[in-house]
């Protein structure tokens, strides 16, 4: 698909990526470095959920979109936007003083964030995720890499391994969120740090309303057909109770413009970001479709005829618990008052004509 306009976006999804499918196999890191553990569900129950969680999303479904995505020839040309994210993601990490001699990267799809980091900030660096063809066709980078087959919910490493986590555009499709966040907190070593990024509810809002309006009209009432996101209200929360702390959490949008409904939807089944939820709809109609592609144009397009879509991100960092890191002080413990806050000016100048 060819974007009609010249924004950011466009200009990165049509020059910034040469054609990089070449990699070393395991890229000579050994694996006896890093301590494995056992799952009970084998390579990570793949189509399951967690015991305590919610059943939303079909995880095998997910695996085979996200595997036929890596498998297509001309894969490259829908990885525009996870490209971008990765990069935004590898700026934070750049964000951090030090070095980190071993991160993993969860859900790493075909390495979109290893690839904007160098071996003088990482070490080493592991690779899972749930699609086999997304590690095999891994862009190139110059990091050594591991690729590991696992499950978000279901990381299979021992405690305290990791200095660096990160994640980018993967953790929407997990079931069990709160369980990932622990089992990331569980491999991180203590002043290790989390760095990731996943959709947030406003994502696609222009394609939801014009597919709900469409199939409302049309067959008198309508199905989701946009995944359910998480609430940025609800992820300082998630992050805390997952044994996080010194949080940070802000959200962005990145606005692309397409050429139609149509042409937005087939980029979605290119990125493997098509629904996977249990109560999807398997089936719409042609003229509820071709209603909804003229709604989407009619309420939202651009003077040009293109139609945008947004993409809302929540990117989060977070701290694992270490005795060196910064406390607040005891309550009580103040030595001055807020009420002589506006007096501080006075103050200063009091104390320099001393001197």
């Avoid at 939807?265 to 479709?289: F, I, P, V, Y």
């Amino acid at each position: 698909m060819h974007l009609q306009t010249a924004s950011p976006l466009d200009m990165l999804r049509l020059t910034r990526f040469p054609p990089r499918w070449r990699r070393p196999p395991a890229a000579g890191v050994p694996a006896k470095n890093v301590g494995f553990r056992k799952v009970a569900s084998g390579v990570s129950s793949l189509g399951s959920a967690s015991p305590r969680s919610l059943n939303i999303f079909d995880r095998d479904l997910k695996r085979k979109q996200k595997n036929w995505a890596a498998r297509q020839p001309e894969r490259i040309k829908f990885d525009y936007l996870k490209e971008e994210v990765g990069s935004r993601i590898a700026d934070r990490v750049y964000d951090i003083a030090r070095d980190f001699p071993l991160a993993l990267d969860v859900g790493c799809g075909r390495g979109y964030i290893a690839q904007h980091l160098n071996k003088e900030t990482v070490g080493k660096f592991f690779q899972t995720d749930i699609a086999e063809n997304a590690l095999k066709n891994a862009l190139e980078m110059e990091i050594p890499t591991v690729s590991v087959l696992a499950d978000e919910e279901f990381l299979p490493f021992r405690e305290n391994i990791f200095d660096l986590v990160v994640s980018s555009l993967s953790l929407h499709w997990v079931n069990d969120l709160p369980r990932a966040l622990e089992q990331i907190h569980c491999v991180l070593k203590p002043d290790g740090v989390f760095i990731g990024a996943l959709f947030g509810g406003d994502t696609l809002y222009e394609l939801r309303c014009s597919l709900q309006l469409a199939e409302t009209e049309r067959e008198g009432g309508f199905s989701p057909h946009v995944s359910p996101f998480t609430a940025v209200n609800d992820l300082g929360h998630l992050l805390g109770r997952a044994g996080f702390n010194t949080l940070t959490v802000d959200t962005d949008e990145i606005q692309v413009n397409y050429p139609g409904m149509f042409e937005l939807m087939e980029d979605l089944q290119g990125m493997g970001e098509s629904n996977c939820a249990w109560n999807r709809k398997a089936l719409l109609h042609r003229d509820t479709m071709l209603a909804a592609a003229a709604v989407y144009r009619e309420m939202y397009g651009n003077e040009d005829g293109s139609v945008p879509a947004t993409y809302q991100i929540y990117y989060m960092i977070g701290w694992k618990y270490h005795d060196s890191q910064a406390r607040p002080a005891k309550r009580g413990s103040a030595t001055v008052s807020f009420g002589e806050l506006g007096k501080i000016n006075d103050l200063m100048s009091q104390g320099k004509k001393s001197q």
